[in-house]
């Protein structure tokens, strides 16, 4: 793979796969356009070093081939701001075929390209070769920069690469910044390590606890997801949530922890609520005595006690997942502490990296974003990478 900094793209066509899947409102307006601010960069950095950048995303899940709703041309006045109003932003309506080609053909310096919807082809989620094939045709050079698709084998997020030699395909640098991260809390972890892992449900995270027993020296557990340990350790947890089949991997994770030797820090109190509703009553308890008719939405003031503790002597943290029903008003104060926690921890030295859809949305909500070391665009593909698995986007390039 080349590096994308020392790599000088002057009369280069860079064919860049970019994460463009934004939500839009029903007139189309980009409700979020974070996953576009984030790939500027690498765009911009092409342009500069006097290349042309042919940018190629999926967006939403289309069916049956082309459709308006899905089109990337809804995209294309924004992108054209964000890249600033003397940037050529032109746009072919088909990400292959000869359209696609001759305008990526007559591209000159400094202009950019958007083709058209990736997933208007079956063949782009079946990792397809000949469909990579026909798409590598379009760029001198390949460059990923889509992080939130690394965990999928799609043609252009993975299979493309091999049409390219090792000099002509590299990392963009927001995909660089996120495998960087990744693999400093992964692999180069400063210990001691502490992973906080919240949210719903247990049976979603038990491969990245698993894989974490044997790297972190913490972990706290929070969010819906305790009560299914806390229950398997004999609590009464009343109307919390709850995942009975997996009491038993609950304890077995427990146990397996006490043999690796790692701290598994549960909620010792919780918030508790009378229904699940934004008005609910509340009281504090005990998690492993909740009455009937209650349930825990929230960690208790003990909780947060201990478990920013132990996030203020960490060296390495990782995030994923809030502390409870952070949505809604009454039920915030667990995950915003642990996020202050988090960024205080931070300030003095520690390397804190969020990812995950919900904890991320926690540290934006709560204004800290900009207080962590790393905060991930990539969900589904951050979790997958914690739980060890390898990212064929990654892989790809790497080789
Ligand atoms: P996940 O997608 O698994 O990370 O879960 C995130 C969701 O879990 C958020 O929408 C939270 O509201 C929810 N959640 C967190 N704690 C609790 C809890 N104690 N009870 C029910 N839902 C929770």
Redesign the pocket.
Known sequence: MSNFSNHNFKGEKALVRVDFNVPLDENFHITDDNRMTATIPTIKKILNDGGSAILMSHFGRPKDGPTDKYSLKHLVKHLNELLGADTKVFFANDCIGEQAYLTASMLRSGEVLLLENLRFYKEEEKGDEAFAEKLSKLGDVYVNDAFGTAHRAHASTAVIAKYFEADKKMFGLLMESEVKSAEKVLHESEKPFCAII????VS??ILIIENLLERATDIII??????TFLKARGGKIGN??CEDDRLETALEILEKAKQKNVSIHLPED?VIADK?AADANTEICSSDAIPDGW????IGPKAVGVFSEVINKSKTILW?????????EK?QNGTKTIALAVAESTSNGAFSLVG????VAAVNKFDLADKVSYVSTGGGAMLEYFEGKVLPGIAAIKG
């Not at 349930?295 to 929230?298: E, R, Y």
């Not at 994923?320 to 809604?328: D, H, I, L, R, T």
């Open positions: 919240g949210g719903a449900k979603d995270k929070g969010g819906g997801m305790a009560y919390s949530l919780s699940f349930m825990g939405l929230d994923n997942g809030p502390m409870g029903v952070f949505e809604m039920f995950g859809g919900d904890s």
